[in-house]
Every structure is written in C-alpha cells, then in structure tokens.
C-alpha cells in the first residue's frame, strides 16, 4: 500500500468525500488560497472552488454556528478551527444547539458536521495554541469526539466522521501531522466511530490512549519489550462513541492499566476510562488503576518547560515499569 | 386578510392562557409571551413562501402559530407531554417544525442567529431558492453571535432577513440601559446591508417592508436587517412583576396595540363587521380551548424512552 | 443562631463584602431593580447604586471579559451569569484569558473575580437551562470551583471567594435557593476553599457529592440509617482545589464508595473522584468504585422524563443499598 | 521626536532580528513581526500617560517595545528563557509588565477587547483617571468579542481608546474577503462612538488622532475607535509565503513605509541628518545585537519550577 502523511490522508478524506458528495463543504479561516494553517486543505480550493473552499472572516461562533444551520438544512459542512484553544469561542453553538437538536427535535433534525481542530502540544506555541480540550466534549450528550493516531485512521474516521449524521468533534494533533504510514486509496475505505484499534498485542499491562499518545504508547511498548515487557496499547480512535468492550477485553488478560493523557490531569477524559474500569472490570485488576498526564498547568513556550511537562515515549515507559514490576 | 387576524387572536389567546395556566400552576418549567408582538410574527410569516426556513427565540409561540404551527401539539409540548413538538423533551423555548420550516425557539439568547445564516448559506450553496428569516429581540443585539452572523451574511450576500423584534426591554433591561444609539437597524451600516425600521405594531406596515427584504433575499442581493419596533404587554416569563416599568407607559403602549389596530384597519376597508368579528374570535377561543383540552388529556412521555434519541 | 434561605446567605455574602471593600462591585444581566433571575441581588442596587450593581446588556463574553480586565486593574468583580448553561459564551475568556494569567506573567498579574452562576435541573426549565457543566472548569488549571450545599456554606465560601485572588467559578443551585438553614451573621466567618465538609460520619459506605446531590445525599444517608446502614456523606463544598484528603480517611474507613453526580455521566467530576480513589487508595477498596449520574441525554423539560432522569434521594439510597449489601 | 524615530528603528530591527533566528532555527514556536506597522505602536503609546494601560495582540513585539518594554526580556521571552518576561512560559504572544500598563499581548484573536474594556471599567469606578489603549487587527474586528465590548464601552461612556490595525490582512484574508465595507471605523457608528481613520503609516496622524482619543477618554466622553490603515511588510508568521498576495502590492506599500517617512519629516525639520540618524541607527543595532546576547546567554527555566504559580 502507499505511504502518505497524516495530512495527505486527511486531505484524501475530504477530497474524496467532496467528490462522492456535492453536499460536502468546507469553511473555516485561511482554508482556501493558505491552504490551512496545517496545510491540510492545501490544493483544495482549486478543486472545488471558492463556493465548497470557504475562507471566513475570525467569526469562530459565528461559522460554527453557521454550519450548524447549514446541516439542518441538507449540507454537510467540515470546518477548520484553527488551533483547538480556539473552540472556546465556538462552545454555545456545539453545546446547546449542535448537540440538543437531535435529542429534542427528533429525527426531523439531523446535524452532520464535522468540526475539525487541532489539540496538542509539543510545538512550543505556548499556553492558548497547545490545549488538548477533547474532555469537555465527552461530557456532552449529542456529540461524538473522534482522535486518530495514524494516517490509516485519519482517512478513514474523518471519512466516517463525514458521513455521520450527528456533530463531530474530529481533533487532530500537531505532531502527527508529518508521520506517515500505510493508507489505502480505495473511496470506501471507511473506519466506524466507536472502535477501538489495538495496536499492539500484549499481556501484561494495557495502555490506553489516543491521539499522539497513542504513537508514544506504541513507542514506549516497543521500548518495554526489550525489557521483557508485553505491553498491549489501545488506541482509542473516538472517545465518543467509547469502544468500552476493548477496554475490557484487554483489562480482563493483562489485570493492569495504565491511561495516557496528553492533556493536564484533572478532569481529563482519562478519568472516565478509569471510572468505567473501575464499574466494571474492578476485580479483574491486580494494581492501582494509573493515569499519565501532564501536570494541572497551562502548557509553556518554553522547550524546556514544554518538554518536562508533556507525557512520552519514556515516561510512558516508566509509568508501565513500575506499575508491572510493582 | 381575515387570516391574519384570526392568527393573531389565536396568538393573543394563547399566550394568554398559557399564562393563566402557568400563574395556576398547572404547568412548569417557564414561558415567555408575546402578548402585544402579534403583528410581527403574523407580518413576517404572512410574506414567506412554503419551505423557507425560519428561526425562532424564547419568545416562540406566536411565531409557530404564524407559521402554520398546531397550537395542540404546541400546547402539549408546553404542558411537558409525548404528544407535543418535541414529545416533552424541549419545554416551551424548544420546539420545531421542519416540514414548516420553523426550524425552532431557543434558550440562548442570540444563539439562533448563526443558525439562520447558516441555513441561508446552505440554501445559496445550493441554489434551492429559500430563503431564512432569524426572529431575534432588542436584547439579542447585543450578543457577538450578532456581530458575526450579520458579517458573515453581508459578505456572502446571504438570503436571510433579520426581524429585531424591539420590545423595549430585554427582560428587565430597558434598550436604551443597553444600546447607546436610537435605533438597531443602524447597526446594519456595519455590515454594508440596508436597515429598516418599522412600526412592528402595523401588521401592514410589517408586511411591506418584509416583502422588500424578502425580494432582496430571493434576488441574491443580500440579507436586510428589519427593526419592529413593538412592545411586550405581559411580564417578561412568569412571576415577572413588572417593577422596571410604569403603569403610565403599559397604558400607552396598549393605545397602540397591533390587534386593535388591524381590526380598525379591517372595518374601515369592509372586511370585518361585528358579527364576523366575533364569530373569528370564537374560532380562536375554540382553537385555543381544544389546544388545552389536547393537552392536558395526553399522556406524558414515557421514562423508558428517556435515552433514546441522543444520537441520529 | 439565625436561619435564613440559601439565597439570603448568598446576598448577606454580597452585602457584607461590598460594604468591607469597596474594589467589589457586582455585574450581570438584570442584577439591579431585578435584583436577578432567582433574586438573589435583590436590594443590593438601593443599597450600593448602579455603579457597583451594574446591569448589563446580553453579552456574556464581553461582560466576564471585561470583569477579567477589571479584576486585573485592581477591582474585585462578582459577574452573575443567569443560567450555567449560558457559561458557554464565557467559555474562552474564562479559560484562555482569566485562568492562564497568573501562571504565564506571574505575580503582576492577579485576577481576583468571582463567576457566579446557577446550574442544575428540578424546575423543568428544559435541556439549555439545567446543565451542570462544571466539570469542565475542573480541567482548567487556574481555575477555582465552588459548589455549596447549604446556606451556611454558600454565605461563607462565596466571601472566601470574593476574597480569594484567583479567577472562581462559583456554581449555586436552583433547588437549594429556598433551602434554610443556620448561617452565622458575623462577616468574619468565612469558609476556606478547598476543605470538603463531612455531613454526616458513618462506617460502611462513603458519599461523595456536591451542591444538590449533597443535599439529596444526605436524606439518603438518613433513609439508609433506618436500614442500618451507616452512611458517611462528604459534600466537597469545592472541586478545585479538591479536599483529596477527607475522600481517602473516608474510604479507609469504610471500603466503599458512592459518588453522586447530578450532571451527565461521562465526563463529569464524579469520573475524577473516581480515578483518584483508584490512583491513592485502590487497596482500600472492598467494592467497586460506583457512580450515580444522570444518563447520558439532555434534561428534559417535561416534568416526568426530568425526574426519570435526575439522581434523588431514593436512587442514592438504593445505590447505596446495593454498593454494601453487595 | 528622534525617540519615536529610535524606537520605530528597534521595533523593526527587532522584529527582522526575531524572524531570522526562526527561520534559522534557533527559536521555536512561532511569532508574527510588525514590519512595516511602526508608526502606530510608537505613536499610539507615545500619547499615553504613565499608568494607562495598552492591551496588545499576537503581534506585540512592537507595542511593548514602544511603551517601553526592555527588549532584552522580550527576546528572552521569545527564546523561552527564564530571564524572558514571563518566564518563559508564555512565549512571543504571550509577555507582559504590568508596571508599564502593558497588560500583555494575547493568543486569541479579539480575546482582548473586553479585557481592556474591563480595565477602563475599572479606571472609571475606582475614578483613577487611567485610560485604556485596545490594540486589535482588521480580522479581529470580526469577534463577537469587538461588538459586545464596544457596546458596553459606548454605554458606560469607558475611558478607553479601540485602536484597529487595519494591516489588510488576517493572515491570507484580504480585509475586503473579510468585511463588507471599506472602513471598519465606521463600525464605531454601532455603538454611539466616534470612528477615525487615519493613515496608520504616518506616525505624527496617528499621534494627533490619538491625543484627540485620549483626552476625549480622559474627559470622560468616552471611547473613540481608531482605525489605523497600514501594512504589514512581512508574512503572518514564520512560514508564510504570502501566495495571497502580490509583489507588487507589496512594492506599492513599501513606498509608504513608516520608518522611511518619519525620517523625511525629520530631516525636512531638521531635526536629523546624515550623521545622528546613522548614530541613532548604530543604536537600535546595538540595542537589539544586546537582547540577542541577553537571550542566547540566559539558561532556560528550570523544569522544577513547572508545577508553580498556577494560583496566587
Ligand atoms: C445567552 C443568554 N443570556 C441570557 C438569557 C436569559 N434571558 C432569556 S430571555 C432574555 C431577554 C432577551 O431579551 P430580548 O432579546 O430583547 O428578547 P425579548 O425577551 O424581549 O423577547 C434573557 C436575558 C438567555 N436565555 N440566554
Ligand atoms: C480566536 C482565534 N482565531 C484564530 C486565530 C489564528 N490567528 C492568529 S493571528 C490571525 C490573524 C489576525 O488578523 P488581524 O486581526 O487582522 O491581525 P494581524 O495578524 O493582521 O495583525 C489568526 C487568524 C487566533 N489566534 N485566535
Ligand atoms: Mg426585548
Ligand atoms: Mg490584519
């Protein structure tokens, strides 16, 4: 199969979902002729034109909203938002209308769009362009939150996202965007929301992540076995629908888990995957159910403050060590 | 002509009972009447063509009911049961009719604004000739949904009106404790589209201007933001004392109410005497009767069914 | 001691601090003659004049931020937003503005602002006005978040708030507002942030909530004691900073744990609750770690699916019940 | 008057100085020069009093610079050392001295605007005299932000100065692919406030409408908004290619840059010549080559440190 790169895979989604279907737009600020601040939509405005490529004026409520309004009236919007600090501004509209609509007003009202961001840290854009927010949308009735790991899987999950009749929350992550890997070509190479890819094998302790934890995990799983550790690493995909059964399964063989979360410890969505274990799969756990996460802090500029703050690969390493060896 | 009217008495009434139902306690949650905005919501939705997209406020009612609404279903939804717009789920502020169009009232002050944009855009994207009318108050205004939406529709040259129904006060806040300048529609200049000011207690006069903005809207002009200026008789929701006010200024205003008015206008062109006058106002007290009636005999939803529906 | 209504509490807070320090002024939609949604400010603008109870136009993102901007030039802002659910439009200034300050530019920045608002269900006032979405201002490092149960507390953490010199979201309760109870009427008496309170000790089982839930909690432990099961109630009073050190004696104590939660499930506190128990105390434990929560939908307005929905008394009890008789 | 000339000269070279250590890999991040936006900082802040307080932008090397900033702690800042302004920990946006008034510069675009709203509010019931100076681009002019907080500023009649750099651009967008109308000054009519424009590019206007502003603000008439026409010579960030634009237009706006036209004026006054003008510039050199040395040499924040001061 080819190789392509995060960014190349998620502008295939689009492209070819734009192509599929006519009702496909995009919106978002310097999508167009810039391409995104990512480059993500780079190329696509000479594809489909200024109508389907739709700059917009620094309105994040407003052409959130406008989606919003947009998807109930038969199109299926993707918008940018630039740095997923942003969607602060856009929370009105994804909260008490996006997600509401459906559950109140039944099937007459549908609301399929998807709103792309981009979470993470790791680049040094300092404290308002390196959140993770995902969390709050969780907690959110009415909207699914999907976070690919991979290349494969930002293709076909922001492609599922698409064709998903509900509101999306798609996040994407600054440091993935260069990683390349395997992506099939094939149109109708979908990946459902609500499962969860193991992406490595293991017996001894799970690791569940999502989004560039997920890679580190992987990396960190390599890393523990040479130490003779068998490490089986979870990647989530989408935190709503949660593909609990997976969690389960995995916590069931290995009796110890460790959850990995870029964003700052408390009240992260890693919480709630160790409530879940805990409901559920409590006896089946031979050790204190850990989380890693960046400490309760605004991420800094600074390499150095960035760097001892974020999880990765060896403090993953760590972590998973200790809680196997005890 | 003698539509309109019945729509608003039918309007009048049922505010009036949802009130009294309210202050008896026999309903909860909270409501908001339109008592004294009739002609807006008559006027606007008298000049819009069958499928084109409407958004409501918390101040709902008697726009549904102008656009063709069952004021059983809405009763029922306002008393919480299955049989109403939203089967209970929505309360008085959150119900819709997409067949109609209406495509809902909104707890969010201001929130509704983007979303008529964007239905606006979508139509224009893909050319199927409606257009969207966003209801909002005075108060709204002052939201940065505002700000955005009409940016974003001036731009675009979207096909949307925006009616500011300006009732003076924004719950207890009188307009000008919140806008420093006289008249909403100037906040139009910003976006390099037409404002308009109209007496929102004409339903003639509503409708005129509306049918300019609708045309604009149809043509590919662009959006026109239409100011009515009107007044709220009623408290603000229940229990609302009307402290904020004088007794002197309800007087005046109710000088000027709409329904009065068209009636007027209606025996002066001879198309209303008292006889008809009456049997339209028993038609409406009916309607307005067999909604309660509707409502109070259904059943309430069922709690099994509470998680169902959280996702399409 | 005097008994007085939550409300009264929380206005005596308001008076006593104004009139000690003439920085605090009060700011929000309808808080003057109205004396706001739930009464509240009600004579506080005779008292004090338009310029410290200071009505504002609908323009909650402008208002906080200008209470942020305020609370930065030296004042002491209490900004009232109407309903939790409007929070949403604050959402940015609170997080991207109010809460990073201090940490990013240090000690020349102090941001000494109160956010009051209302959350929960009970009123049937419909899916955009009973949200409790503090959970996501837990996820906000530089945020404080305050959550009384009873008139007592909510006059005594509300001052300490006011006083405090970090940015507080400060969440009252529509079914509290007419609760009475002994509050003292010395403007000395403040109640620190960050000690949960134990309103009840017992042995076999651990509540754990906030606001409402405190309140529904500790009925259920009296319910509970009638079946000799002896229930002890922790009310956190404030989830940031959060009294980790009352929950663990507690679960040493007595082995299990019910954490009461009024807002949806997934996502909310109650999930930190939860992980940190299994993070400190996991040894402690003779059960799983249960959480009692709305389900994952919008509230209703219709009064029977409301309730349908909500945790009470009665659900706590048999949860509880259940939690020992195993 | 060869002050401001001074500080517009380290403000460029400054900012040329930041762009080449990005490109060359020896800061990380990002960072978004004024290049060609000089005259507004430095004749914005040379009209303010001591206490007033500046709220400034993503781009807002310039605006500390000009009110006085130390720019070896702003470069520091910008190599995320721990001599740096905030230690640091906020980066190029994200610096401030509150000794100044300069409130800091802001990651979200309009996130400022109520902020410096605030602070006026502040200044007016504490009746401290202070002024406040909101510095905001052309695409923040667009927030919900800007609306909700002019209007509270025109209501409450805030001493409080809006100063809008229309640079032509947020990011790719060209103004007119943004805004509807040609000037965003007349955006001001909104909210019962006077709206100026004024050639951003010729220092001693700006000054002259800004003094206009600021005794209006102090006098208690309150807000004015200022609409500053520039150019930002340079790309949005690192990075940039400017494809959206041409060469051209490009070429056009540096026949108007600032730097060179304050200088004529000078000249033509006699206020400068060949030799203090070289001088003034070998000093500006050495100014920025010091912040260099001053950064490059200060050690990086130490990692224990990173769990302090989240609250005070
Ligand atoms: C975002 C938000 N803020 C505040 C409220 C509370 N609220 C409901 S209606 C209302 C007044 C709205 O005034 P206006 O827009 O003039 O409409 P009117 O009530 O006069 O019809 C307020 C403040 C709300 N529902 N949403
Ligand atoms: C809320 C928000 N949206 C988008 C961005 C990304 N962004 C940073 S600067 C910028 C352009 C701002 O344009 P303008 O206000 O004209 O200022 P200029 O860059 O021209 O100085 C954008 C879109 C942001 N930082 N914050
Ligand atoms: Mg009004
Ligand atoms: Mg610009």
């Known amino acids: ?326 | 002509m003698r539509n309109w009217y019945r729509s608003m008495l039918v309007m009048r009434l049922f505010e009036e009972k949802v009130e009294k139902l309210f202050s008896d306690g026999v309903i909860r949650g909270t409501t908001h009447p339109a008592t004294g905005q009739e002609a807006v919501a008559v006027g606007v939705c008298s000049v819009l063509k069958k499928g084109d997209y409407i958004t409501s406020t918390h101040r709902g009612h008697g726009h549904f009911i102008a656009r063709g609404g069952d004021p059983r279903r809405i009763m029922a939804e306002i008393f919480g049961k299955v049989t109403g717009y939203s089967r209970g789920r929505g309360g008085s502020q959150f119900m819709a009719d997409y067949r109609l169009g209406f495509l809902g009232g909104n707890g969010i002050t201001g929130g509704s604004i983007p979303i008529a944009t964007g239905t606006a855009l979508s139509a224009k994207i893909k050319n199927t000739g409606k257009i969207a009318v966003c209801f909002f108050g005075d108060g709204a205004s002052n939201q940065g949904t505002f700000h955005e939406s009409l940016n974003l529709a001036g731009l675009w040259k979207l096909p949307v009106v925006y009616v500011c129904e300006n009732n003076l006060y924004a719950m207890s806040t009188h307009v000008d404790k919140a806008i420093p300048i006289p008249h909403i529609a100037d906040r139009a200049a910003s976006y390099g589209i037409p404002g308009v000011v109209v007496d929102g207690n004409d339903l003639l006069a509503v409708r005129e201007v509306m049918q300019a903005a609708c045309i604009r809207a149809r043509s590919g002009a662009g959006p026109t933001l239409v100011e009515c200026k009107t007044y709220r008789h009623s408290g603000h929701s229940r229990g609302d004392q009307r402290i904020y006010r004088s007794r002197e200024e309800e007087a005046l205003w109710l000088t000027r109410a709409p329904i009065r008015r068209f009636r007027a206008v209606l025996i002066k062109r001879g198309a209303l005497n008292q006889e008809n006058d009456r049997r339209l106002r028993r038609e409406a007290r009916a309607i307005v009767t067999e909604a309660v009636r509707f409502a109070k005999q259904s059943p309430d939803p069922d709690p099994a069914t509470l998680e169902e529906g959280v996702f399409a």
């Open chain 1, 1 to 326: 199969m080819r190789t392509i790169s995060y960014t190349e895979a998620l502008r295939e989604a689009l492209q070819e979902e734009m192509t599929i279907n006519p009702d496909v737009f995009l919106m978002g600020e310097d999508i167009g002729i810039y391409g995104g601040a990512f480059g993500v939509t780079r190329g696509l405005l000479d594809k489909f034109g200024a109508e389907r490529v739709r700059d917009t004026p620094i309105s994040e409520q407003g052409f959130v909203g406008a989606s919003i309004g947009a998807a109930l009236a038969g199109s299926r919007p993707v918008v940018e938002i630039m740095f997923m600090d942003f969607i602060t501004l856009a929370v009105d509209q994804m909260v008490n209308q996006a997600a509401k609509l459906h559950y109140v007003l039944g099937k007459q009202a549908r609301c399929p769009m998807v709103l792309r961001t981009v979470g993470g840290g790791g680049r040094c854009y300092g404290p308002t362009h390196s959140q993770s927010l995902e969390a709050w949308f969780t907690h959110v009735p009415g909207l699914k939150v999907v976070a690919p790991s991979t290349p494969a899987d930002a293709k076909g999950l922001l492609k599922a996202a698409i064709r998903d009749d509900n509101p999306v929350i798609f996040m994407e992550h600054k440091l993935l965007y260069g990683c390349r890997g395997e992506v099939s070509g094939d149109p109708d190479t979908v990946i459902p929301l609500g499962k969860a890819r193991i992406a490595r094998a293991g017996t001894d302790v799970t690791l569940i992540a999502w989004s560039w934890m997920s890679a580190e995990a992987g990396r960190a799983a390599e890393d523990l076995s040479t130490q003779g550790i068998s490490a089986e690493v979870i990647d989530l995909r989408s935190l709503i629908p949660l593909d609990i059964d997976t969690i389960i399964a995995s916590v069931k063989k290995t009796h110890r888990v460790l959850i990995v979360q870029e964003s700052c410890r408390t009240g992260g969505f890693g919480a709630e995957i160790s409530a879940r274990i805990s409901e559920t799969v409590f006896d089946y756990l031979d050790a204190p159910l850990l989380r890693l996460a960046t400490p309760d802090i605004p991420l800094s500029a600074s390499p150095s403050l960035e760097r001892a703050a974020m999880p990765d690969r060896s403090r993953i390493f760590e972590a998973a060590r200790k809680l196997v060896e005890g």
